[in-house]
């Protein structure tokens, strides 16, 4: 999408053949832009959070395993590769979903023809995770027409964490029907959970939202329950870290409670995912789904730009207080109300996702 009208992917290749991302902790004050010029640095910013967001995260593994092949192309860097980019981060499926379509191709090649190989399907994963977040995006776009024709007004939409194109190579999740509403002329306002303890939506929704002139307000993550009471929420649309084939829904912290809140007031349910984040082994979230527990300093501490100009950390507990991080919820497919996927929209259950994906409900 555009930063200051120029138009940007999450992660490309400059003139010279280097991959370069933009480093999302330093978002909103700074733009700050990195190349990975080696394996190693691949996974420190997949483990580190300079690029997250399942789709993105995908992406950014296949390049990896792409310059790995250029350093060393033999079978055991290959096997290598795979484990230390799959143990970056254990929740979005997308990561070992772009692995083994790394793995698939090359493995079979001489590994002399591995490097150029690996370097085409990193660039295709990037161009088919663009093609499918704008799919969706219209398949969504269906769903906010709806609520903006029978409301004749503002269609307010409440959103959690980043799910943005900042979480993709390009276009988001649950921004992309936001954007094409947008685009559309219809009148869309967002709710921006502010998402702790890391704040993407402060940091990274709010900030997608402001570049592209969206009326949007920053909620604290315990307001949305509240609005919905209130009638100020037509629909919550959230993106999601991998959803099992019977529709159960993992994403960041506090999506539960979303989820919850928006079946308790009516107010319908959408997640936007392009179909690599769903994990067709699985039947139940709840149980077979691996949390990511980050550190404790993410929560006892915060990010921000002090009054000097320049991006710190500050503690806001007591120096005796730990704390818990689980990164990410399950929320059980009966609490949501539709997956919006690059092939439509279809119920969050087995026999929804087997109506868009017949050839995964063969087995
Ligand atoms: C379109 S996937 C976005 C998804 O990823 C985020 O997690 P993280 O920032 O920790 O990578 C969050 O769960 C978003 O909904």
């Not at 390049?63 to 092949?69: E, S, T």
């Not at 506090?254 to 082994?281: C, E, M, R």
């Not at 120096?319 to 991080?325: E, F, I, K, L, S």
Request: charged share 25%; aromatic share 6%; proline share 6%.
């Amino acid at each position: 999408m555009k930063i200051d009208g120029r138009h940007f992917r999450t992660i490309w290749t400059n003139d010279a053949g280097q991959v370069e991302i933009i480093d999302q902790r330093w978002l909103p004050h700074e733009l700050r832009i990195k190349p990975l010029p080696d394996r190693a640095a691949f996974a420190t910013a997949i483990r580190d959070m300079w690029v997250r967001g399942a789709p993105l995260i995908g992406a950014t593994a296949a390049w990896g395993v792409a310059v790995q092949m250029e350093h060393d192309p033999s079978d055991a860097s290959l096997t290598e590769t795979w484990q230390v980019l799959h143990e970056t981060r254990p929740t979005a499926i997308n990561l070992k979903w772009a692995l083994d379509e790394m793995e698939r191709l090359l493995r079979p090649l001489p590994p002399a023809e591995r490097a150029a190989a690996a370097r085409k399907r990193a660039a295709e994963i990037c161009d088919e995770d663009v093609e499918a977040n704008r799919q969706l995006g219209a398949h969504g776009l269906a769903v906010i027409r709806e609520i903006a024709a029978r409301k004749q007004g503002r269609v307010n939409i409440l959103t959690h964490c980043n799910a943005g194109w900042l979480a993709t190579v390009d276009w988001g999740t649950a921004t992309s029907p936001i954007y094409q509403a947008a685009e559309e002329g219809i009148d869309v306002h967002v709710f921006v959970d502010e998402t702790r303890p890391r704040n993407q939506g402060a940091q990274l929704t709010a900030w997608e939202l402001a570049s592209h002139g969206i009326p949007h307000a920053l909620v604290v993550d315990n307001a949305g329950g509240h609005l919905m009471q209130h009638g100020e929420v037509d629909m919550v649309i959230v993106g999601t870290d991998r959803t099992t084939a019977n529709g159960d829904v993992c994403n960041k912290i506090g999506t539960y409670l979303k989820a919850l809140a928006a079946h308790d007031n009516g107010v319908p349910f959408y997640v936007a995912l392009p179909s690599p984040t769903i994990d067709w082994t699985l039947r139940d979230g709840l149980k077979e789904i691996p949390i990511e527990e980050r550190t404790a300093r993410e929560v006892t501490h915060v990010q921000g730009r002090a009054p000097e100009g320049h991006i710190t950390e500050v503690q806001i507990s007591p120096d005796a207080t730990g704390a818990r991080n689980p990164a990410f919820d399950v929320t059980p497919a009966r609490l949501v109300t539709g997956l919006i996927t690059e092939r439509g929209i279809c119920a969050a259950s087995p026999e929804g996702l087997a109506a868009l994906f017949p050839e995964r409900a063969r087995g």
